[in-house]
């Protein structure tokens, strides 16, 4: 059995998804150009996980996403094992039995400043773009979600979820292995869509907000999270090389711009949810995410600006709703 093939087994629980064909036809036109070569490694770790016939519990509406269940020592060390051998972790945190996945970010504060902020979930499908592991997912399902599809390029993070979901056993929630721009445009089928840390890594942020907007129904919402700069409407800040050590930062708008963005491909009702830096308390190392993070980031003299030297990083999450009927766009009168 090829390693692609071992892969694409993964998801034979995740086929009574709608559109099912649609989500398959696309693994298989983008796996048949990627060359992980850590691929089949991690699939051999995952299969290392144990068989566990007893009846989880599992617990999504607290800050770490929790699995209990009354398994022998054999069975505990053989998940240890497989878990640590798939760091690094950078969301959750997790508890898995009495395993504690302490990941470099502490996802559950970005979730509690925007959960009572949103649309209920209760019976939505939701598209959580740049999902990485699958936790803001679990906390969507734990929030009533019917349906959750993550997308993430990140291979490990993918495998990361289908650890976690070995034991929780919810094929409600599946993470795909790719792009928002892999998927057909227009598809308008989903009810909640999440971008959440993803446009400042686009080199044509509109393109991306354009693909948001086109994934949702008529009346559905959009949830975005991204790295904003103070500044007036039209002001974008473009960083020369790299941003906070990342080198694939594009464009870092005011939060007027963005509104403006977001307003010129068709959203209504665009609302502040939260506007925050990014601290040490929020990202950070830890065991299960080791080396450098957050703190060296940032310039060692200036704790507001990052090691370059560019503003520090502040992030602002906005609720915007895509119209029932189509419109046009605001009429300014100079």
């Not at 051998?85 to 950078?90: A, D, F, N, S």
């Not at 592991?133 to 599809?149: F, K, P, T």
């Amino acid at each position: 059995m090829t390693t692609l093939t071992r892969f694409r087994d993964l998801y034979a629980p995740y086929t009574h998804f709608e559109n099912a064909s649609l989500w398959y036809g696309v693994f298989d036109r983008v796996m048949a150009t990627q060359s992980d070569g850590n691929l089949e490694t991690l699939l051999d770790i995952l299969n290392d996980l144990p068989a566990i016939s007893q009846p989880m519990q599992v617990e999504c509406n607290q800050d770490a996403v929790t699995i209990s269940a009354d398994i022998d020592y054999n069975s505990l060390q053989k998940a240890n094992a497989v878990l640590r051998g798939l760091i690094p972790w950078r969301k959750g945190p997790f508890q898995v039995f009495d395993i504690s996945i302490d990941s470099e970010w502490r996802s559950n504060l970005k979730w509690n400043r925007l959960k009572d902020k949103i649309s209920p979930l209760k019976g939505r499908k939701v598209l959580d773009v740049g999902s990485n592991n699958g936790y803001y997912g679990w906390r969507m399902r734990g929030a009533g979600a019917a349906q959750v599809i993550g997308i993430d390029p990140s291979i490990l993070a993918v495998i990361q979820h289908f650890a976690i979901n070995h034991f929780i056993r919810d094929y409600n929630h599946v993470i795909f292995p790719f792009k928002m721009e892999d998927l057909p445009p227009r598809r308008e089928d989903f009810d909640t869509v999440f971008s959440m840390g993803v446009l400042y890594h686009r080199r044509g942020p509109l393109d991306h907000i354009q693909e948001l907007y086109d994934a949702l129904r008529p009346g559905g919402e959009l949830i975005m999270e991204t790295l904003v700069v103070e500044g007036i409407d039209g002001y974008s800040f473009v960083p020369p090389g790299r941003y906070a050590r990342m080198n694939n930062v594009w464009f870092l708008p005011s939060v007027a711009t963005l509104k403006t963005w977001l307003e010129k491909i068709g959203f209504d009702d665009i609302i502040d949810i939260d506007l925050h830096m990014t601290t040490t308390d929020e990202q950070r190392t830890t065991e299960w995410k080791p080396g450098d993070s957050f703190a060296e980031f940032l310039d060692p003299n200036d704790p507001t600006r990052t090691i370059e030297g560019h503003p520090g990083p502040l992030r602002v999450t906005l609720r915007a709703t895509k119209p029932t009927e189509p419109g046009r766009l605001k009429r300014y009168h100079l």
